[in-house]
């Protein structure tokens, strides 16, 4: 509960108007023998986790849930070009440090985090991974994750989401 696959399912409902009973699964990866055999219909994943086996046919991509198509997956169409809009559950992975670090050290790490991600073979890893690089500074990583607390705020508010579930 509450996993970004749980988050973008309940946004999915929302913004789709349809019914979609949650499953609760502790993340992807045990979810996909059941996914490949049927017992479950779709889900929300990751692109990471799910890339290998949309590229050997096993699953078959939808719909992208990000504002534009995947550059891994481009013949893949957005929610947005099937007529939805308000919809954005693009994840990402960051770097984080904790409360009062000193700023010599958050300088250093984010200056070497962007030096590595700059890295032509890390950078077609990644892709080839489905990722797409982008190494804010960390105050730009800050205001994004602080731009997004309202939404999903509301929208698990809205969901009736608890940590008790």
């Known amino acids: 509960m509450g ?6 399912a309940e946004l999915f409902k929302s913004v789709v108007g349809v019914h979609i009973q949650p499953v609760p699964y502790r993340g ?3 979810l996909l023998p059941d996914l490949l055999a049927g017992r479950v219909t779709m889900t929300l994943p990751n692109m990471s ?4 086996l949309v590229r050997e046919g096993k699953l078959r991509a939808l719909m992208a849930m990000a504002p534009a198509r995947p550059a891994m997956l481009p013949d893949v169409p957005t929610l947005v070009e099937a007529g939805f809009t308000g919809f954005d559950t693009t994840v990402w992975f960051g770097l984080m440090a904790p409360a009062g670090t000193p700023q010599p050290i958050i300088d250093k790490l984010y200056s070497e985090t962007a030096r590595v991600l700059a890295q032509n073979d ?3 890893h990644l892709q080839h991974l489905g990722m797409e ?3 804010n500074t960390p105050p730009q990583f800050a205001a994004m994750i602080k731009s997004e607390i309202p939404q999903w705020a509301k929208l698990i508010k809205d969901a009736g989401i608890s940590v008790n579930e």
């Open 133 to 135: 690089i982008v190494a």
């Open 3 to 8: 996993t970004p696959s749980h988050l973008s």
């Open 49 to 52: 986790v799910v890339l290998p």
């Open 122 to 124: 890390v950078r077609k």
């Open 28 to 30: 992807i990866p045990p």
